[in-house]
């Protein structure tokens, strides 16, 4: 091999080496977008749906409407968070049928959809109140610790949708 051909190999090896440590450091970059996704879109948006509830039980339900936006926009987080995971094949099938299924569950509870708000019954206001409950039990209550641990809002998501399908 000549002198040239080995600067050549060598340069290759280099510019080789960068081009993987940059498509790491994309992975990782895209896997941190996804994880915060899930953490603003639903983690963040499920305690202040906690607060909603409780501001509203306080207020003997003056404004039902802000507990119903605050859920709609849960599943809207869930819906964007869901399938730009599964599109990208960040979450895993578990996770992203846990995701959907939480989804589900959540759906059976009165949320505004676009130009319609639902009014809600006192079954409604005592369903939510329960919600309010299973939220708190599973640390996604507005007096608790919130991590940003991935493994830790899963087990708290596959909790509260234990919670929402067997009780």
């Given at each position: 091999?000549s002198?040239?051909?080995?600067?050549?190999?060598?340069?290759?090896?280099?510019?080789?080496?960068?081009?993987?440590?940059?498509?790491?450091?994309?992975?990782?970059?895209?896997?941190?977008?996804?994880?915060?996704?899930?953490?603003?879109?639903?983690?963040?948006?499920?305690?202040?749906?906690?607060?909603?509830?409780?501001?509203?039980k306080?207020?003997?339900?003056?404004?039902?409407?802000?507990?119903?936006?605050?859920?709609?926009?849960?599943?809207?987080?869930?819906?964007?968070?869901?399938?730009?995971?599964?599109?990208?094949?960040?979450?895993?099938?578990?996770?992203?049928?846990?995701?959907?299924?939480?989804?589900?569950?959540?759906r059976?509870?009165?949320?505004?959809?676009?130009?319609?708000?639902?009014?809600?019954?006192?079954?409604?206001?005592?369903?939510?109140?329960?919600?309010?409950?299973?939220?708190?039990?599973?640390g996604?209550?507005?007096?608790?610790?919130?991590?940003?641990?991935?493994?830790?809002?899963?087990?708290?998501?596959?909790?509260?949708?234990?919670?929402?399908?067997?009780?």
């Amino acid at each position: 091999m000549s002198k040239k051909q080995k600067t050549i190999f060598v340069i290759s090896l280099v510019v080789n080496s960068l081009l993987i440590v940059c498509l790491v450091i994309g992975y990782l970059k895209m896997s941190l977008v996804h994880k915060e996704l899930f953490y603003t879109e639903v983690q963040y948006k499920l305690v202040e749906l906690d607060g909603l509830i409780e501001h509203q039980k306080k207020n003997d339900w003056s404004d039902p409407n802000l507990v119903t936006t605050q859920l709609g926009d849960v599943l809207n987080g869930l819906d964007v968070a869901t399938n730009s995971g599964k599109y990208s094949g960040w979450l895993s099938n578990d996770e992203r049928m846990t995701m959907e299924r939480l989804n589900s569950a959540l759906r059976q509870y009165p949320h505004d959809e676009l130009y319609k708000f639902d009014v809600l019954t006192q079954s409604d206001k005592n369903d939510f109140e329960d919600l309010q409950s299973k939220l708190q039990n599973v640390g996604f209550g507005m007096d608790m610790t919130i991590s940003n641990d991935w493994k830790t809002f899963i087990i708290k998501s596959e909790k509260l949708l234990d919670l929402l399908v067997n009780n």
